[in-house]
């Protein structure tokens, strides 16, 4: 078995969940799925980012200890991975003691090996992006970007850790490995800002200005800047399994430059240990064509949408609306279109035809086929054209137009129906006809198994409760799956609840 590790990033547990959160944990998940299918050991990590500057700030502006507010918006996160029926592994948060050991063990031995140094600093800080700030950093008008909130001027004695000794070294690693960045634009946009000389990076913050952070072990008088402590947990929570390095490392496109493409890879260089082996950076979601603001009501919370529509139904909109890389927008509506075109009518409508006319025609068994006719051979052969598209697809990270292929699968199904029409052939008892028929629901019934098999990544309780339907087992893997065959002949079938029932014309948004 081949072994895979993926993580998403880790959350900052200064809000509660969004629709892009979800996003990007749906994103790994099918990853992590599609590769258990086709066989490989798969290791994936997601988790909470909890040290840090907002956080200490945004605890006592509710009056609450720290660690209790920590502790309840991690509580979220972890509710939005079960609610997601994530297949993760391992869930990591920053204030647990096996990472604070690893860090600080990392700490030291930068420190030990002089790749870390004290030195004072004068110029600006952002409290909201906790890190500091450069002349070149402002826009063309002198005003600071709004990213950065306010800007002030400090002084402070500090620790640093020679980031710029290694620009080159990354620069060599990013052009020789084109595979490390993907989509290839964020990997242009990294050598791009790779072009400006780099400043040494400030990795501590004085306990008197933020006490919410992992001391360091040779200063105790500060504490480690959170993005040096956040971007270890990807090796902290497999330190002792021999993962690393990771193939993905799953971010936001807003957090590549400077932290996981420059401050990661340098900080895992100088520590003896390999870069992970690809950054996939995927987009933003905006809302109803605006940018996603809770503060103005712009929001879409994932869990109370999932509920009011269907978890498997939130999942497929997000992987098959979003290309990878790329920004995308929710709506209401076109979730809709894709909800009612692409699974109530097409998907839930095959579900309903097969197992009913099976349950009318053939007392609930479906029958061996007989030879095939020209509409079942054409079916038969767009089977593999479909199959092998997906999957190749897959493994190029299009999982857009790989469900595309799939519906266009289970479209065609339904046209095959229409075509043999069998509760035409039904009334033609004569022994060629009942023999079309058997042919048509067996059919019918494969095809609906294999198209199915190909969404359970995406889909996977949806999935496993229509083949609950065809009398066959959860999937575990693709193996021995997708190869059209007659392993439905004689197996009765049961009853499956409408998976995506229609909504009523006056629904509205949540």
Known sequence: MKSFYLTTAIDYVNGSPHIGHAYEKVLADVIARTHRMQGDDVYFLTGTDEHGQKIQQSARAKGVPTQEFVDTIAAEFVELARFLNLSHNDFIRTTEPRHKEVVRACLQQLFDKGEIYRAEYKGFYSARQEQFLQEKDRQADGRWPEIYGEVIEITESNYFFKLRSYQQWLIDHITANEDFVFPAHRRKSLLEFLSEPLNDLCISRPKDRLEW???????????????????????????ELGRWPADFNIIGKDILIPAHGIYWPIMLHALG??????LLVHGWWSINGAKMSKSTGNFVDPIAFGKQW???????????????????????????????????????????????????????????AGPAGEA???????????????????????????????????????????????????????????????TALATMAEALRLGTALLWPVMPTAVDKIRGGLAQAPLATWDGELVWGDRLAGA???????LFPKPAPTEKKA
């Open 376 to 438: 079942e051979t054409e079916l038969q052969q767009l089977w593999p054209t479909t199959r092998d598209e997906f999957l190749k697809l897959s493994d190029g990270l299009q999982f857009h137009t790989a469900l595309e292929r799939a519906m266009q699968f289970v479209t065609a199904t339904n046209a095959y129906i229409e075509r043999t029409a069998p509760w035409k052939l039904a009334k033609d008892t004569s022994p060629e006809g009942q023999a079309r028929l058997h």
């Open 213 to 239: 952070g992992i001391p360091l072990p040779f200063d105790p008088d500060y504490v480690t800047y959170v993005w040096f402590d956040a971007l270890l947990n990807y090796f902290s929570a497999v330190k």
């Open 273 to 278: 240990l390999p870069p992970p082996k690809t």
């Open 310 to 368: 269907n978890v498997d139904a939130l999942r497929y909109f997000l992987v098959r609306e979003m290309v990878v890389g790329q920004d995308a927008d929710f709506s209401q509506e076109q979730f809709l279109v894709r909800y009612n075109s692409e699974l109530a009518n097409s998907l839930g409508n095959l579900v309903n035809r097969t197992l009913n006319m099976t349950t009318r025609f053939s007392a609930g068994v479906v029958p061996l």
């Open 492 to 498: 009765t079938l049961g009853a499956v609840e409408i």
